[in-house]
């Protein structure tokens, strides 16, 4: 028999090893020491500013063992169309809502628990693009994996919002040929490197990688995070993308780095063609979900 409440200081470990079960097929839940795993979970932060304003975060339990849990709550600030930061957004959050297969009533019990706390807000976001957590490299949206999920929210009436593709390269697989007119300038920033890309004296575009291990207290020593690429656009289409991948990679791999991890929107089929083209495999739909009154 299962049984719904609020998460105890004491749950850590066993929260933590449900994630890890159930974030088996899903390529960016990460390994992650239980200390790290309790600053994602419990007080993430941007920016050193936390995230919720309130945050809540309940199990689903049968005979003592969690089976499931659900995180909701308000955001301390979101993002308007442009990609602009605003503070006390009126949306609630569903952060995150794992259950294990065929445990869809202890599910049911969870987004319910959700949806009472959330009902004052005429619209709420699941699996919100902007807010992952930091130990899944901000990834935060739902892998198509956890087909038993979708359906849950769908039910409930929430429609995705956004789709992307998963994409992850191993840096030792295919060298990449060179040109050596394209260069970078590397600048660190806490967790990451920011890359601006030059076409000899010209700036051209720019890149932004995360180094995955930061956010995992050292556990992911091989894998770093593509966050963001983007050739301006008239110098797109002349194998500038490509050579600077080649240039991180080479850079990475100096570093230490075997994998790199990058997602970009289902719909942008440039990048999705620029990825396969340069070594990606796409390991997996993501999706984030929103339901407005
Ligand atoms: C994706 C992006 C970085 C590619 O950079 P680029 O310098 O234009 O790419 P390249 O010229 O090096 O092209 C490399 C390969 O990508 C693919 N590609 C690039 N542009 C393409 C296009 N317009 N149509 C189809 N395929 C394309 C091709 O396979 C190409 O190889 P090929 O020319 O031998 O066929 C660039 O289009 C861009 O900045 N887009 C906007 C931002 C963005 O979407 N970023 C990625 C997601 S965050």
Known sequence: MWDIREYRESDLESLLECWKRLGRDIPYFFPVSPRVWETCLLHDASDGEPMFEDLHTVLATDRGRVVGFVQYGQPRFAWDERGKRYRNPQIGVVRQLYFREGHDKAGEALLAEADDRLARFSRTHAFYHALGMSCTAHHGKLHHSQRHVHRLLRRQGFQVEHKNVYCVRDLECVPLVADSSVW?????????????????????????????????????????????????????????????????????LGKGYRTLHTDTATENWIARRFYKKLGFQEVGETRSYVRAW
């Not at 995992?216 to 894998?223: A, C, K, R, S």
């Open 184 to 252: 970078i300038r590397t600048t660190a920033e806490t967790k990451g490197e920011r890359f601006d890309i030059w076409l000899g004296r010209e700036p051209v575009g720019g890149a932004r990688v995360r180094h995955v291990d930061e956010l995992t207290d050292g556990f992911t020593p091989d894998t770093a995070y593509l966050s963001w690429i983007g050739v301006d656009e008239p110098f797109r289409g002349r194998g500038i993308g490509a050579e600077f991948l080649r240039l991180l990679v080479k850079f990475l």
